[in-house]
């Protein structure tokens, strides 16, 4: 028998994605291509951004829309959040 794990995921719709990433300081960097994915190091762009969580440190991190990659992100925010 499989155990699952939940994982609460606040979404963003498009229309206010924009607002939300400059608000958190990543808008203008995504656009620059200065961000890649914490998971596969693939370049973060608006087209293929998947997710955005804040480690344990406080630092925030941008994945690709790559179901295995938001899968492990998933994996990722869900120990953070029973260590706190």
Do not use: Q, W
Request: glycine residues 8%.
């Amino acid at each position: 028998m499989a155990i699952m794990n939940r994982v609460t995921i606040t979404a963003v719709h498009d229309t206010d994605l924009k607002k939300v990433l400059i608000k958190l300081g990543l808008y203008k960097r995504i656009l620059k291509g200065e961000y890649k994915c914490f998971i596969c190091g693939k370049p973060i762009n608006l087209k293929n951004l998947g997710g955005i969580f804040k480690s344990k440190d406080g630092k925030i991190h941008v994945v690709c829309n790559d179901i295995r990659c938001l899968l492990t992100a998933a994996e990722i925010t869900s120990k953070i959040s029973k260590t706190r």
